[in-house]
């Protein structure tokens, strides 16, 4: 053996940062367009500039950035689109908190200073989690990063109003929407989080306005509205309430007189069956007023406080909408309009920025006929033009389309694009690129210049996100870059975004492009914690994975995940799978630290598959092969779970467990020329191990590379630009053999492990039934199975009556172990083990079979108690099939 320049293990925390200036020098992932390729591109999702890498996150761009890689390594030509996404309310509210802690509000600074300080903000803080995915080891091309409000993709966004308004297609609306009473803005149906809370239902008399002595009962879980109520509905087809419509009741809170309506949206099975109708407040109850041509008031300013319309009464003018409603139902109470109150459990609106509870409000907003655009996006999906992966999740896109409703695109907001919008004296609108255009559309129409007011609303995140897969390629600009580059190759990312963002690139890229945006659309799964849990800073189960790189490094990480990245299964995830793919890692480096130390070169052209001629290399060659090509087709269907677990069993279970054990004779004792080629088979191994390994670890593959590579090559030889090596063939004669002697090998260990002798035993091994071919392989590997199998082999066929019998593919053999064990004790052990699984068995099937227990736990116990008992019905067939040998 010689001495190796490899240090013991890999220090991750330097070498993947000199891995990473290297890529960075020579400029590895820029996209050069080469028409003689074919094109590859992604785009990343845009994480927000506020954003710090996560979980989510680091599952995400491993699985894009494991299939830029390949498609890399597969010699196209790969554009790997970064940016970051300014995420309008996420970014205010975080630079209003700095404020706060100066005694500010943005108020107080006023609109253009404001934006100087988020300007400020995102120029000192913008890139971090840019930073953070480098050190994940994405290979994007950084120097062509954008962002949402850079210049070229703001005017992109003024292009798309602008069209879209003259098509009708953007319009001003005066209607419900979902309004933040903390942030003071309207958020779109998406961006509501709806919590099952425990709440009341009151039961109000509403007495009629000709017969006060008779009243119909309307049930509220909001009874603060009623001040804003407008009629009383009933179902048409509902007997009790027939002779009632037409005629007014009163609102017992303030003494109104509204009419008795009939719609259907009243449920005769529902409560009472008459419902309040509140159309300025509450989204069924608006298309109610709409169909009967109701008033609609509106009873709350913008804080969620009541105001002073009319119908309100003074007493609660001003008061907290929650506190108007305890005093209300005191009130009628009082008064004797309270009937009951029943004990509920409801579902409620809350901003999942501002964790307030959200009010239906009326108010004037910016809306896409989201229904016009949706309709070429359904059939682009419907004729395969994309397709989803797994297919299911079309289902989920066409039942969102099919449904959807107006988006509303304003937000009461400073930090974002600003609609481009401009009011004359009298609100017309002039809708223009800039504010010479619109003054010069305004002189037109008034015949002499006028004053105008800009807009203050700024458009919702998700409107600029909607036209990433082009406005990055500098769209409305026919560049060589839009050309090549869109429809770009596949979409990457999680189900939970299918709505926010998955459907509006479709509806603006079918519209603008004229094509969709991505040919495929990979859904991954959500990461849990090890239990199935959804993981949560309260529930102290969050992983961070910048701790895990830290501790583990990011290619322990990024194989983590993507060992576990099955289609349509969530993740279940623990810092213990991250260990387990750090001691791969190790594994690894130990097999190069191993290949060097034996003095193995790479010897160009030499292929073990067509030139060698000991057979465990012509074996390994074979499964070297068969394993790349398997990860080949892997990838191509975008299984990355299955392409990481073949790569694993390959250097763990064939390369290391076998390979390296069956090199060590010949590399000790065998001829020169044995020794020379088992030599080039454990570098050529390498290399191939390497290159398929790279685009799952990048960075150890890449340092292990630098120290395999000729010593001539210079430091632009890198691994990540190597191309990807095909198979060269498979000896099935070889591979018959070899395997053969593994199984060999490996039911003897069984049989001894599972009978307990001491590993440092030797043991006679006889075979009484063994054809030709198979004792030819016994003679030729007969150093292999003692030496691994820690026996003597009896080539002599004895009957071995007393011993303990076993049979490999047609093969019996029989091992002396009786003369090494107690037969007795070990009987007695392994009856005493089976009675403790079985008490276990029963107990796990006892609790399973408990209706009460399946209806409470939850279903992370129930799978973990129905996955044990797997394991310990498992254990008792191997401990049952140990007992029966010593019989």
Same mark, same amino acid.
């Given at each position: 053996?010689?001495?190796?320049?490899?240090?013991?293990?890999?220090?991750?925390?330097?070498?993947?940062?000199?891995?990473?200036?290297?890529?960075?020098?020579?400029?590895?992932?820029?996209?050069?367009?080469?028409?003689?390729?074919?094109?590859?591109?992604?785009?990343?999702?845009?994480?927000?500039?506020?954003?710090?890498?996560?979980?989510?996150?680091?599952?995400?761009?491993?699985?894009?950035?494991?299939?830029?890689?390949?498609?890399?390594?597969?010699?196209?030509?790969?554009?790997?689109?970064?940016?970051?996404?300014?995420?309008?309310?996420?970014?205010?509210?975080?630079?209003?908190?700095?404020?706060?802690?100066?005694?500010?509000?943005?108020?107080?600074?006023?609109?253009?200073?404001?934006?100087?300080?988020?300007?400020?903000?995102?120029?000192?803080?913008?890139?971090?989690?840019?930073?953070?995915?480098?050190?994940?080891?994405?290979?994007?091309?950084?120097?062509?990063?954008?962002?949402?409000?850079?210049?070229?993709?703001?005017?992109?966004?003024?292009?798309?109003?602008?069209?879209?308004?003259?098509?009708?297609?953007?319009?001003?609306?005066?209607?419900?929407?979902?309004?933040?009473?903390?942030?003071?803005?309207?958020?779109?149906?998406?961006?509501?989080?709806?919590?099952?809370?425990?709440?009341?239902?009151?039961?109000?008399?509403?007495?009629?306005?000709?017969?006060?002595?008779?009243?119909?009962?309307?049930?509220?879980?909001?009874?603060?509205?009623?001040?804003?109520?407008?009629?009383?509905?009933?179902?048409?087809?509902?007997?009790?309430?027939?002779?009632?419509?037409?005629?007014?009741?009163?609102?017992?809170?303030?003494?109104?007189?509204?009419?008795?309506?009939?719609?259907?949206?009243?449920?005769?099975?529902?409560?009472?069956?008459?419902?309040?109708?509140?159309?300025?407040?509450?989204?069924?109850?608006?298309?109610?007023?709409?169909?009967?041509?109701?008033?609609?008031?509106?009873?709350?300013?913008?804080?969620?406080?009541?105001?002073?319309?009319?119908?309100?009464?003074? !007493?609660?003018? #001003?008061?907290?909408?929650?506190?108007? +409603?305890?005093?209300? *139902?005191?009130?009628?109470?009082? $008064?004797? /309009? &309270?009937?009951?109150?029943?004990?509920?459990?409801?579902?409620?609106?809350?901003?999942?920025?501002?964790?307030?509870?959200?009010?239906?409000?009326?108010?004037?907003?910016?809306?896409?006929?989201?229904?016009?655009?949706?309709?070429?996006?359904?059939?682009?999906?419907?004729?395969?033009?994309?397709?989803?992966?797994?297919?299911?999740?079309?289902?989920?896109?066409?039942?969102?389309?099919?449904?959807?409703?107006?988006?509303?695109?304003?937000?009461?907001?400073?930090?974002?694009?600003?609609?481009?919008?401009?009011?004359?004296?009298?609100?017309?609108?002039?809708?223009?690129?800039?504010?010479?255009?619109?003054?010069?559309?305004?002189? !037109?129409?008034? #015949?002499?210049?006028?004053?105008?007011? +800009?807009?203050?609303? *700024?458009?919702?995140?998700?409107? $600029?996100? /909607? &036209?990433?897969?082009?406005?990055?390629?500098?769209?409305?600009?026919?560049?060589?870059?839009?050309?090549?580059?869109?429809?770009?190759?596949?979409?990457?990312?999680?189900?939970?975004?299918?709505?926010?963002?998955?459907?509006?690139?479709?509806?603006?890229?079918?519209?603008?492009?004229?094509?969709?945006?991505?040919?495929?659309?990979?859904?991954?799964?959500?990461?849990?914690?090890?239990?199935?849990?959804?993981?949560?800073?309260?529930?102290?189960?969050?992983?961070?994975?910048?701790?895990?790189?830290?501790?583990?490094?990011?290619?322990?990480?990024?194989?983590?995940?993507?060992?576990?990245?099955?289609?349509?299964?969530?993740?279940?995830?623990?810092?213990?799978?991250?260990?387990?793919?750090?001691?791969?890692?190790?594994?690894?480096?130990?097999?190069?630290?191993?290949?060097?130390?034996?003095?193995?070169?790479?010897?160009?052209?030499?292929?073990?598959?067509?030139?060698?001629?000991?057979?465990?290399?012509?074996?390994?060659?074979?499964?070297?092969?068969?394993?790349?090509?398997?990860?080949?087709?892997?990838?191509?269907?975008?299984?990355?779970?299955?392409?990481?677990?073949?790569?694993?069993?390959?250097?763990?279970?064939?390369?290391?467990?076998?390979?390296?054990?069956?090199?060590?004779?010949?590399?000790?004792?065998?001829?020169?020329?044995?020794?020379?080629?088992?030599?080039?088979?454990?570098?050529?191994?390498?290399?191939?191990?390497?290159?398929?390994?790279?685009?799952?670890?990048?960075?150890?593959?890449?340092?292990?590379?630098?120290?395999?590579?000729?010593?001539?090559?210079?430091?632009?030889?890198?691994?990540?630009?190597?191309?990807?090596?095909?198979?060269?063939?498979?000896?099935?004669?070889?591979?018959?053999?070899?395997?053969?002697?593994?199984?060999?090998?490996?039911?003897?260990?069984?049989?001894?492990?599972?009978?307990?002798?001491?590993?440092?035993?030797?043991?006679?091994?006889?075979?009484?039934?063994?054809?030709?071919?198979?004792?030819?392989?016994?003679?030729?590997?007969?150093?292999?199975?003692?030496?691994?199998?820690?026996?003597?082999?009896?080539?002599?066929?004895?009957?071995?009556?007393?011993?303990?019998?076993?049979?490999?593919?047609?093969?019996?053999?029989?091992?002396?172990?009786?003369?090494?064990?107690?037969?007795?004790?070990?009987?007695?052990?392994?009856?005493?083990?089976?009675?403790?699984?079985?008490?276990?068995?029963?107990?796990?099937?006892?609790?399973?079979?408990?209706?009460?227990?399946?209806?409470?736990?939850?279903?992370?116990?129930?799978?973990?108690?129905?996955?044990?008992?797997?394991?310990?019905?498992?254990?008792?067939?191997?401990?049952?099939?140990?007992?029966?040998?010593?019989?």
């Amino acid at each position: 053996m010689q001495n190796t320049n490899l240090p013991q293990k890999f220090d991750h925390n330097t070498g993947e940062a000199a891995i990473s200036k290297l890529w960075e020098k020579h400029k590895a992932f820029h996209a050069e367009i080469d028409e003689t390729k074919e094109p590859f591109c992604i785009m990343m999702p845009p994480p927000n500039v506020t954003g710090s890498l996560h979980l989510g996150h680091a599952l995400t761009f491993t699985i894009q950035d494991i299939i830029v890689r390949y498609q890399r390594a597969l010699g196209k030509d790969v554009l790997y689109q970064p940016g970051t996404d300014h995420a309008g309310i996420a970014t205010q509210m975080l630079v209003e908190r700095h404020l706060a802690k100066e005694g500010l509000t943005r108020h107080d600074l006023g609109r253009e200073k404001f934006l100087e300080r988020v300007w400020q903000w995102k120029k000192e803080s913008g890139d971090t989690i840019l930073n953070q995915l480098q050190r994940l080891g994405v290979s994007g091309h950084w120097e062509r990063s954008r962002f949402t409000m850079d210049d070229g993709l703001s005017e992109a966004v003024k292009k798309v109003f602008i069209e879209l308004y003259n098509k009708g297609l953007i319009y001003r609306d005066k209607r419900l929407v979902n309004w933040d009473c903390q942030l003071l803005t309207a958020v779109s149906d998406l961006e509501v989080e709806e919590k099952e809370q425990k709440g009341h239902m009151w039961y109000f008399k509403y007495a009629l306005k000709n017969n006060p002595e008779e009243h119909i009962m309307v049930g509220t879980t909001r009874p603060e509205t009623m001040f804003g109520d407008t009629a009383v509905a009933v179902n048409p087809e509902d007997e009790r309430y027939k002779h009632l419509v037409g005629q007014e009741v009163i609102i017992p809170g303030n003494g109104k007189a509204i009419p008795v309506v009939a719609d259907e949206h009243a449920d005769p099975e529902k409560g009472t069956g008459a419902v309040k109708i509140t159309p300025a407040h509450d989204f069924n109850d608006f298309e109610v007023g709409q169909r009967h041509n109701l008033d609609m008031i509106n009873i709350m300013d913008e804080y969620g406080r009541m105001n002073d319309h009319a119908v309100v009464p003074e !007493a609660y003018q #001003g008061l907290d909408r929650f506190e108007a +409603r305890k005093k209300l *139902v005191a009130a009628m109470e009082g $008064s004797g /309009a &309270l009937s009951h109150v029943e004990n509920i459990v409801n579902m409620l609106p809350y901003g999942d920025r501002s964790g307030s509870v959200l009010e239906p409000r009326l108010t004037d907003q910016w809306f896409v006929d989201a229904k016009t655009l949706a309709q070429p996006a359904i059939k682009a999906v419907e004729k395969g033009d994309t397709n989803y992966v797994p297919d299911n999740w079309a289902n989920v896109y066409f039942e969102w389309l099919r449904n959807i409703r107006p988006w509303c695109i304003s937000r009461q907001i400073w930090w974002g694009h600003r609609v481009p919008a401009w009011y004359g004296p009298d609100e017309k609108v002039f809708v223009a690129t800039t504010e010479k255009e619109a003054q010069a559309q305004a002189k !037109a129409h008034y #015949g002499k210049p006028v004053e105008l007011r +800009r807009d203050e609303d *700024v458009l919702d995140t998700w409107f $600029s996100s /909607a &036209l990433w897969p082009f406005s990055t390629l500098d769209w409305p600009d026919q560049t060589p870059e839009l050309k090549r580059y869109y429809p770009t190759s596949v979409l990457v990312t999680g189900f939970d975004i299918i709505f926010f963002w998955v459907a509006r690139m479709m509806m603006m890229g079918m519209h603008f492009m004229e094509d969709v945006p991505f040919k495929d659309v990979y859904i991954h799964a959500l990461v849990r914690d090890e239990k199935g849990q959804k993981m949560s800073k309260t529930k102290g189960n969050v992983i961070d994975p910048l701790e895990a790189i830290e501790k583990y490094g990011a290619d322990a990480l990024r194989f983590a995940l993507a060992l576990l990245a099955v289609a349509g299964r969530d993740i279940k995830f623990s810092m213990s799978k991250i260990e387990g793919a750090r001691n791969f890692v190790t594994k690894l480096w130990n097999v190069a630290r191993y290949t060097e130390m034996n003095g193995a070169r790479l010897v160009p052209g030499f292929d073990p598959v067509q030139e060698a001629a000991l057979t465990i290399n012509k074996w390994i060659g074979s499964e070297i092969n068969a394993a790349c090509q398997k990860v080949s087709e892997a990838l191509d269907n975008y299984s990355l779970g299955e392409a990481a677990t073949t790569l694993y069993h390959l250097v763990k279970n064939v390369f290391c467990d076998w390979y390296i054990e069956f090199s060590k004779p010949v590399l000790a004792n065998g001829t020169d020329a044995e020794k020379m080629e088992t030599r080039a088979t454990l570098a050529w191994g390498l290399k191939r191990i390497l290159m398929a390994l790279n685009p799952f670890m990048p960075y150890v593959t890449e340092e292990l590379w630098s120290h395999l590579r000729p010593a001539s090559a210079t430091d632009n030889d890198m691994l990540c630009l190597k191309e990807w090596q095909g198979s060269s063939g498979y000896n099935q004669l070889a591979a018959n053999e070899m395997n053969w002697v593994i199984e060999l090998i490996s039911e003897i260990r069984s049989v001894r492990s599972s009978l307990n002798v001491p590993p440092s035993t030797i043991v006679n091994l006889l075979f009484s039934q063994l054809n030709d071919e198979k004792q030819q392989w016994i003679d030729t590997n007969l150093q292999l199975v003692e030496r691994l199998a820690r026996v003597t082999v009896n080539l002599e066929k004895a009957d071995g009556q007393d011993w303990i019998a076993s049979v490999v593919k047609d093969a019996v053999f029989a091992l002396d172990l009786k003369s090494v064990i107690n037969v007795d004790e070990e009987k007695a052990r392994l009856q005493k083990e089976i009675v403790k699984v079985d008490k276990d068995i029963n107990l796990i099937n006892s609790r399973l079979s408990k209706p009460d227990f399946v209806a409470r736990a939850p279903e992370a116990v129930i799978t973990e108690n129905k996955e044990r008992l797997a394991e310990l019905r498992e254990k008792r067939l191997l401990l049952e099939a140990s007992l029966n040998r010593l019989r």
